[in-house]
């Protein structure tokens, strides 16, 4: 199943639809896809409903889709790839630390923040130095404290791409008074363009995740390439070392932490920035992940 939130050209609202071949076939007005989880069975049962008696059939190319979870009740950043996390590291002149192979670390990020694929992404205040990043995120389907990496992936409701945009600057300056990034990210993260569910994606499954080609690209030029089957973490994982002494809830948000290029950062590092300059507004980002769509943003002041 592939769920979208989209914004009705007839009366401004914002509704879910269940996305089928002949475009979004719509539940009834006022159901958010939030409201769908939390209980076993009922996405299924939704989608057995939209098929059969969509309150409207609209074409993806004539609303804006939103973000699929509007308001998520939490977001948990997760930093899974390998070779991001060490060329980062080797460009602050850092080995690996060896608890990163022992502890699936993450940070909260805002809720309120969220925004869907073509909103634009305005320049925070103070920043120079403006990033997007390459990443899929998984959405909590059933709740849950202190979970097993088995059982967290059967409460899995699906997956999007997500651009964990980020102040490099701000963030660079906050990080060494040894707390989280703050506002070095905390002023947009896009998600969609739609909830995937898992057995959508069960036909590609490699290592701990999914044979998902990820790409990004900045005004047609491609940046990043590479591939969900190469997380170090599983979303299992990630979200067992979430539930730890703790609940998770229905709509969260697990982000896997930005694959290997994924980022200017990373890509500067490498090649240098001349090659690879910050982003500035009049620049569009797309991020995109086979089997799960792409997302596109463009940068404002």
């Known amino acids: 199943m592939r769920w979208v939130t989209y914004r009705s050209a007839a009366s401004g609202a914002d509704r879910v639809g269940l996305l089928l071949d002949d475009g979004i076939h719509a539940l009834a007005a006022g159901v958010a896809l939030l409201d769908l989880l939390g209980q076993p069975g009922r996405l299924e049962a939704a989608a057995d409903w939209a098929r059969t008696q969509p309150d409207e059939v609209v074409s993806v190319d004539k609303v804006s889709l939103r973000p699929p979870i509007l ?30 192979y022992e502890l699936p670390v993450f940070y909260f990020t805002n809720p309120a923040a969220v925004r869907g694929p073509g909103e634009e992404i305005a320049v925070p205040p103070g920043c120079e130095a403006l990033d997007f990043e390459l990443e899929v995120a998984a ?75 990820m790409t990004a690209r900045v005004n047609g030029r491609e940046y990043s390439r590479g591939n969900l089957a190469d997380i170090h973490w599983s979303f299992g994982e990630m979200l067992a070392y979430a539930s730890r002494g703790t609940t998770l809830v229905p709509g969260d948000v697990i982000g896997s932490g930005t694959c290997g290029t994924g980022c200017i950062l990373e890509l500067s590092l490498t090649h240098g920035q001349d090659a690879y300059p910050w982003l500035r507004p009049g620049d569009i980002v797309e991020l995109e992940v086979t089997g799960i769509g792409t997302i596109s943003n463009p940068v404002t002041p």
């Open 71 to 100: 308001r998520p009740p939490s977001i948990r950043d997760f930093y899974a790839f390998e070779q991001h996390v060490r060329t980062a590291r080797e460009g602050r002149g850092l080995e690996m630390d060896a608890d990163w």
């Open 139 to 213: 959405v909590v389907g059933q709740g849950g404290s202190d979970l097993s990496p088995h059982e967290a992936e059967a409460h899995i409701a699906g997956f999007m791409v997500m651009n964990d945009w980020s102040a490099r600057d701000l963030q660079a300056r906050e990080m060494k008074q040894g707390l989280g990034p703050a506002k070095g990210k905390d002023f947009a993260t896009t998600l969609g363009p739609a909830l995937v569910t898992p057995d959508e994606l069960e036909p590609l499954r490699q290592n701990k995740a999914y044979n998902l080609l």
